[in-house]
């Protein structure tokens, strides 16, 4: 089948980063129709094993794989123009999309070449470190060119409000769409059945984790708008409950769990993917008490498991969760996740099974392959 138009995503991130992973899950989606190259910036940082990246991805993937070096994307920043803008010329694509505004640094290069398509995910770095003179120089060389991209996709409505209130009439006025994000249900679903309390405990026992009535699980970076002390607080008001942490143990976080002495809470740097779904599944509850995100896969992925979630009442987590479970407001009542821990632990279904199911419908990867489509053929 003739392929509709040539397609160019430039990445700079691993496969193994969410960043790399929504790259892969957009060529899944657009590869039957179109004609697709993947153009990676690769830094030591994300691509340390040179020959690595993409060599197995391309035995199960339809595209074409282009790569350029630079030692940081802060060299990068000069060093990634003139290879991008060779590579443009070389295979002519129609549309060049970027996967997130940190590279809309590049966007003027390939203008007036091709189609420019820039992926919107939050405004974090931007508006929570105002005063940092690091986001400061970021914004100011690195993303602000994002405006000057011709098409815009957001991964949730808040983050499409979010960005055009931050990036103002220069995006706002400009076409896009809300293409939302996939989960991997090939991975992320349901055990045949639901673990019994003492096959859950086995689980546990495997990871040094025993004696406890129950384990809820979050997965988060150490960031503060992840509000991952009113975690530590439920923690400290649920002794009898372990509370799982996947993410990097920092030294902050230390501090705070040594002195609240709560030695119910356990941490896992990183998970192997099919770990953190055998997580999900023992888990009794996933909570996600961020106060912004973009989108919030964490707890999604967990009702895909078959375990409920508790989320605050914020941003995209309101935004993709409201009604399907509990949500907390104001984010920071650590109490009231608890007590919707005590009521999954005593047995009751906190779930409406019927907006889950259709919550993850609409993160399947067939629906986010038809949004996606619908957009690259609407260009």
């Known amino acids: 089948m003739a392929k509709e138009k040539k397609i160019l995503f430039i990445c700079d991130k691993n496969e193994c980063t969410?960043?790399?992973?929504?790259?892969l899950n957009l060529?899944?989606?657009?590869s039957e129709n179109f004609d697709v190259h993947v153009l990676?910036?690769?830094?030591p940082k994300f691509f340390g094993d040179a020959g690595k990246t993409n060599a197995a991805t391309l035995q199960d993937l339809n595209y074409v794989s282009h790569e350029v070096?630079?030692?940081s994307l802060y060299t990068g920043y000069v060093s990634f123009r003139k290879p991008l803008k060779k590579l443009v010329k070389k295979i002519q694509p129609e549309i060049v999309f970027f996967i997130r505004p940190e590279l809309g640094f590049l966007v003027p290069v390939v203008k007036g070449r091709a189609k420019t398509?820039?992926?919107?995910?939050?405004?974090?770095a931007e508006t929570l470190y105002p005063n940092s003179m690091k986001f400061k120089l970021l914004n100011l060389f690195y993303i602000r060119p994002t405006v000057k991209a011709d098409f815009f996709v957001y991964n949730s409505g808040w983050t499409r409000e979010e960005a055009s209130s931050y990036f103002g009439p220069q995006m706002s006025q400009k076409p896009g769409s809300v293409i939302?994000?996939?989960i991997d249900?090939?991975?992320f679903n349901k055990p045949e059945s639901r673990p019994t309390f003492e096959e859950k405990k086995k689980f546990l026992r495997k990871y040094g984790i025993k004696n406890f009535d129950g384990m809820c699980l979050n997965v988060s970076l150490d960031e503060p708008r992840k509000n991952i002390e009113t975690f530590f607080e439920m923690a400290r008001l649920r002794p009898r409950v372990a509370f799982v942490r996947v993410g990097k143990f920092s030294e902050r976080l230390r501090a705070i769990v040594n002195e609240k002495k709560l030695?119910?809470?356990?941490?896992f740097s990183e998970f192997h993917a099919e770990e953190l779904r055998d997580f999900y599944r023992h888990a009794d509850l996933m909570v996600y008490p961020s106060l912004l995100e973009g989108f919030g896969l964490p707890p999604i992925e967990a009702i895909a498991c078959g375990t409920p979630s508790v989320g605050a009442a914020t941003s995209a987590v309101k935004e993709n969760l409201e009604g399907v479970c509990p949500l907390v407001d104001p984010p920071t009542d650590a109490e009231a996740y608890a007590c919707v821990l005590d009521r999954v632990l005593a047995g009751e279904n906190v779930l409406d099974n019927e907006k889950a199911a259709a919550l993850l419908n609409s993160c399947s990867m067939d629906a986010f392959r038809q949004r996606v489509v619908e957009f690259f053929k609407s260009l």
């Not at 398509?117 to 974090?124: I, L, N, S």
């Open 27 to 30: 060529v899944k989606a657009v």
């Open 40 to 43: 990676w910036l690769k830094t």
């Open 18 to 23: 969410s960043f790399g992973r929504l790259t």
């Open 180 to 182: 939302g994000c996939p």
């Open 185 to 187: 249900s090939a991975l």
């Open 69 to 71: 070096w630079a030692k």
């Open 117 to 124: 398509v820039m992926f919107v995910h939050d405004t974090f």
């Open 263 to 267: 030695y119910n809470v356990y941490h």
